[in-house]
């Protein structure tokens, strides 16, 4: 069954710092979701991408947080500049469908020093 | 706004006990609701969604728009329900896809 992957599985990355996480969605879906989950906090929506522009951004999602599609297969979210309060587990989804479930990744861990 | 609420952190039963998972959402409109799951060391998974009314793995979840509930439910566990369990309502209009999710409850299922 064809599956989202997410990578790397865990980044450790100075406070300040531009960190980029990266996911492959499943290959005919057109719908591209981030989600993150801080621990011990419920999963919280990011933001959605369809037709190559966000639909729609979470308060959380703001100008340090940028996503882009930059080829036919990677779906990135990139932090410019990193703050203690970014770490968390990041999940990526993708849907064939804007209602349709959507299908999640294994997450990255993001841990901010 | 929308929010979803899962009263119960821990939820530990023994083995052939029946099950239920409560969640209470609050939306304006015509939601749909999901259950997701989270087996340990595995990612999310969709576990069922109300329009479909199926059962998966035994569980089922019907959804009650007079108590604005979608509780999971199940007549009796087994060890591998064990596992993080998740509420989730998308919306429609601006919000369609956009996932909002209760802060889970973790199912445990005694031998």
């Known amino acids: 069954e064809p599956e989202v992957t997410q990578t790397p599985s865990h980044q450790v990355t100075q406070m300040g710092q531009e960190v980029i996480l990266r996911c492959v969605p499943i290959s005919n879906h057109l719908y591209f979701y981030w989600y993150r989950q801080i621990l011990g906090q419920k999963v919280e929506f990011l933001v959605s991408?369809?037709?190559?522009?966000?639909?729609?951004k979470s308060e959380i999602f703001d100008d340090q947080f940028s996503v882009e599609r930059p080829d036919g297969s990677n779906f990135t979210l990139k932090i410019r500049s990193t703050k203690l309060e970014d770490s968390a587990m990041y999940f990526c989804?993708?849907?064939?469908?804007?209602?349709?479930?959507?299908?999640f990744g294994d997450g990255t861990r993001l841990s901010i020093l | 706004a929308q929010r979803v609420t899962q009263p119960e952190k821990l939820l530990s039963v023994f083995k052939g006990a029946p099950v239920e998972l409560k969640c209470n959402y609050s939306y304006s409109g015509s939601p749909e609701l999901f259950w997701y799951v989270q087996y340990s060391r595995q990612r999310l998974q969709l576990l069922l969604r109300?329009?479909s009314r199926e059962s998966i793995k035994g569980f089922t979840a019907d959804l009650n728009k007079g108590e604005t509930s979608f509780h999971l439910k199940k007549p009796f566990a087994q060890e591998e329900d064990s596992a993080m369990y998740y509420c989730?309502?998308?919306?429609?209009?601006?919000?369609?896809?956009?996932?909002?999710f209760g802060q889970g409850t973790i199912l445990t299922v005694h031998p």
């Open positions: 989730a309502l998308s919306g429609g209009g601006t919000s369609y896809g956009k996932l909002t």
């Open positions: 109300h329009i």
């Open positions: 991408f369809y037709n190559n522009e966000i639909s729609e």
């Open positions: 989804a993708s849907s064939d469908r804007g209602n349709q479930p959507q299908h």
